[in-house]
């Protein structure tokens, strides 16, 4: 991941490299075959998770699946532009 982070950071030249070029393809293959969300099951509880950042809000509620791991049902970023709107 360390590779796409870097991509995207402010002022640093855009450089398309192997290394980039295998993270990318690592999460490709991820996000298109793992089980990432699944549907909620109303007797199993729940995990509520909140990242803050200073420039997002990041909320995701999961529960456990039959794999034993947490899956999310559910997830919101608000982007901290967003945040000052509402304060307005």
């Known amino acids: 991941m360390d590779p796409l982070i870097h991509l995207i950071q402010k002022n640093q030249p855009f450089s398309w490299g192997v290394e980039v070029k295998n993270a990318f393809q690592f999460f490709r293959v991820f996000f298109t075959t793992a089980p990432l969300l699944i549907h909620v ?3 199993k509880p729940f995990v509520l998770e909140i990242n803050v950042f200073d420039f997002a809000l990041n909320v995701i509620l999961s529960q456990l699946g039959k794999d ?9 970023l608000i982007n901290s532009l967003l945040l000052r709107l509402q304060d307005s």
Do not use: A, T, Y
Not at 68 to 76: A, G, T
């Open 68 to 76: 034993n791991l947490f899956h999310p049902i559910d997830f919101v």
């Open 41 to 43: 099951d109303p007797m």
